[in-house]
Structures are given as C-alpha cells and as structure tokens.
C-alpha cells in the first residue's frame, strides 16, 4: 500500500523518489532497507568534537555554517540514506526567549522552570523570525546534499514540557506528572503552548525545505496510556494536524513507548519509531488497523554496538528481518548513537544493511 498522500510533492520541494529512505517511509517498496541513527552527529565523532572545540551547543545551533557541517559529517562518513539537522529540542524555547541553557554532559537546564500558571501565562510565543538561522541551515542543507534527504525535527510538547516543569534532565518525571494530575487546566496550557512553538518551528523548516521530520516525544514512555491519551495525545496531535498540508512524511519516536505505540501511530505521523524492547513485528501487530500503512523505524539497541560483530550482525539480521512484516522499514537505532562508541562499527553496521538488499 502506498502513502499517496505523500505522493503530492508541494512545488520546489526535492523529489528524491530515488531515495530508499524517502520510499520506505512513503510505503513504497525500496530498492535497499535505507539505514539511519539518531544522534548520527555529535560525540562519537572526532571531526564533530573538533569542529565543535570552543563553541557553545547553542551558539553552534544558530550558526548556520556550522549546522551545515556537522549535520554533513556523518552522511559523509557512513553514507547512512538521511540527514538529521543538527540542532536540539530546546533551540526554539530558547529562541523564544525562555532562559536556559545546555550544559556539557547534563543536558539542557532551565533558569526558572515552569510549575504554575503564573509561569505559563508569562511563557513567550515564538515569532518565526526568531528561529531563521535554522531555516537558513537547512537551506544551505539542501543545496549540498544531492540525493540524501534532510530529516528537520522537533521534540513533542510533553518531551519539552518535562525539561521545563522539571528543569533540567529527570529520571523520575515526578513533578511533570505531579502538576498534570494536581493542576490539568494549567498543564493543558502549558502543552497548548508547546504545541504552538513546536508547529511553528516545524513549519519554518518545512518552509525551508527539509524532506521530511521526525517529532521527538523522548520521555512519553514513562506514561500510562489513559494519561497518554489524555494529557498529551491532544497536543500531539494539534502539531501533525498543523502540518496536514505539508506533504513530507512525519515520522514520531518515543523511548520504552511498547504501550504506547498505537496510541502514537493514531496521533497523525506516516512512521512510527519503535525502540529496542519490542520487536519490529509485534510492533507491526499493536499498529496494525488504522487504516493506513504500517510504517516503522528502528530499533537495534544502542549498547550493542559495544558488542563483538557477529553478534552484533546476528541482531541487525534479525530486525531487518522482522521489519518485513511491516508496509515500510527504516533501519534506525532504538535510541540515539552513545558518546563513547567506535564510529567505524556504525560505518559497518550501514554496509551490513545495505548488503541485505531490499
Ligand atoms: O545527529 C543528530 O541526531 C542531531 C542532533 C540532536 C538531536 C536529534 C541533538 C544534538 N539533540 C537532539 C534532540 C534531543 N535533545 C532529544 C531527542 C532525542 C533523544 O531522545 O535523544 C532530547 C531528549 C534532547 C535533550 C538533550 N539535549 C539531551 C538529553 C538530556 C537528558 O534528558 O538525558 C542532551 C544531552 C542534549 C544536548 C545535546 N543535543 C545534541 C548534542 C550533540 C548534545 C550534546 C552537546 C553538548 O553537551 O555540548
């Protein structure tokens, strides 16, 4: 079954109907399982830590040359089937001129975390201006690429809103779930908001030319589904609907989300990313009967890539076979690539893939 809402390319946007990447997540057959990792850029790499000498993470973020670059390295390097934008979840709230910043090895930390209404009615919205170094990036992105497709992407409100309510990094969430049970009028506010800088900073990439995106929602795994489908499947939602017209496939991720997974796949994304701790045709299963194409990402687990190769091989033997059960498969990682693994095996890791054909 093909996507054919994804078929009608808006005027200027690349084509690309080459690209296995662009294909499977269209629900077209490819001519190859098209291979990419989150968090492909950064820390394992040396030529990042290089380039990267000196600058601020943020600083780096609004430095469309640098964007550029990194965001070319791994491509380069790996010939993985896409690019991920380098930017981070927290680039449009800072533009909008939420104070905070991303400390080496923490994370993104909050000035004054967001715990009432007073906070969320003082939250400022963002202008699209405000975010234009990243649209001039991708624009330069493009013109470079060639064939290789740009994923722009996002994180999702309750993503955003955890690092907001909570400060910083948490294991625990507990604040977040705290004020979305004790106070679900100021909750919804604040995800309403999010929704809003989320929609704009998507379109500003959409604007600029990015082939297709994915829309982090990292941390709803620590959710029930009734709270899922209450508190942040709306808002969720209110962002896929806001890019109805945008014609690139969407895809969403989330960590340790296995009962969530329907849920996520109803909430109007084309691929569904899945991590390591279901399999890819039991996710196949939970998706199934939506009514459009099963589409999947994923999902080898991030620590074997510290494993010898012929495990290591057995395992993504057995995902690309059991993406098969799926309309479309994007190999992927579970979860982002870890700082300290050997670049050279994820090299290997994209030849092996391509080796298993289509
Ligand atoms: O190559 C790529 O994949 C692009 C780079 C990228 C992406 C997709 C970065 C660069 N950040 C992100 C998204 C992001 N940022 C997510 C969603 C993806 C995921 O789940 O991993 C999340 C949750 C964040 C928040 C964030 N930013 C963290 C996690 C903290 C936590 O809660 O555990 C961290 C460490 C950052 C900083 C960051 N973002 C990116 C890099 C290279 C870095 C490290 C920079 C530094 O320390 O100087």
Redesign the pocket.
């Known amino acids: 079954m093909t996507l054919e809402m994804n078929t009608n390319l808006p005027t200027g946007r690349r084509e690309l109907s080459g690209s296995p990447f662009m294909q499977a997540a269209r629900g077209i057959t490819p001519s190859r399982v098209p291979v990419w990792?989150?968090?492909?850029?950064?820390?394992s790499l040396p030529e990042?830590r290089a380039l990267?000498a000196g600058t601020?993470?943020l600083t780096?973020?609004a430095t469309p040359d640098l964007v550029t670059e990194?965001?070319l390295q791994?491509v380069r390097r790996h010939h993985v089937d896409a690019a991920?934008?380098?930017?981070?979840?927290?680039v449009p709230l800072k533009a909008a001129g939420i104070d905070l910043d991303?400390?080496?090895?923490?994370?993104?930390v909050i000035a004054n975390p967001v715990r009432d209404a007073a906070a969320v009615a003082a939250m400022p919205d963002l202008d699209p201006e405000h975010v234009r170094p990243v649209g001039d990036a991708v624009r330069q992105l493009v013109g470079e690429l060639g064939d290789t497709p740009l994923i722009g992407?996002a994180?999702a409100p309750f993503?955003l809103a955890?690092?907001l309510i909570e400060g910083?990094?948490?294991k625990n969430h507990e604040r977040t779930k705290a004020l979305m049970h004790t106070d679900p009028d100021t909750w919804h506010a604040l995800l309403g908001k999010l929704a809003e800088i989320t929609l704009t900073f998507l379109k500003v990439q959409a604007d600029a030319g990015i082939d297709a995106m994915?829309l982090?929602d990292?941390?709803a795994g620590c959710l029930s589904l009734r709270d899922y489908r209450e508190f942040v499947e709306p808002h969720t939602r209110f962002v896929f609907d806001g890019l109805a017209d945008v014609r690139i496939p969407k895809i969403h991720?989330?960590?340790g989300t296995g009962e969530l997974l329907r849920a996520m796949g109803e909430s109007g994304a084309d691929v569904v990313g899945v991590d390591w701790r279901v399999p890819l045709d039991e996710a196949v299963r939970r998706l199934d009967g939506r009514g459009k194409p099963n589409l999947v990402q994923g999902n080898l687990d991030p620590a074997l890539l510290f494993a010898d190769w012929p495990v290591l091989q057995r395992e993504i033997d057995r995902i690309v076979a059991e993406g098969r059960a799926a309309d479309g498969h994007i190999f992927n990682l579970g979860?982002?690539?870890l700082?300290n693994v050997d670049p050279t095996v994820l090299t290997r890791v994209v030849e092996h893939v391509h080796q298993l054909g289509a």
């Open positions: 990792f989150m968090r492909q850029a950064g820390r990042y990267r601020q993470m780096a973020c990194i965001t791994p991920i934008l380098f930017s981070d979840i927290v991303i400390v080496p090895n923490t994370g993104p992407f994180g993503t955890s690092y910083g990094p948490s994915q982090f990292s941390w991720f989330g960590v979860h982002g690539v700082p």
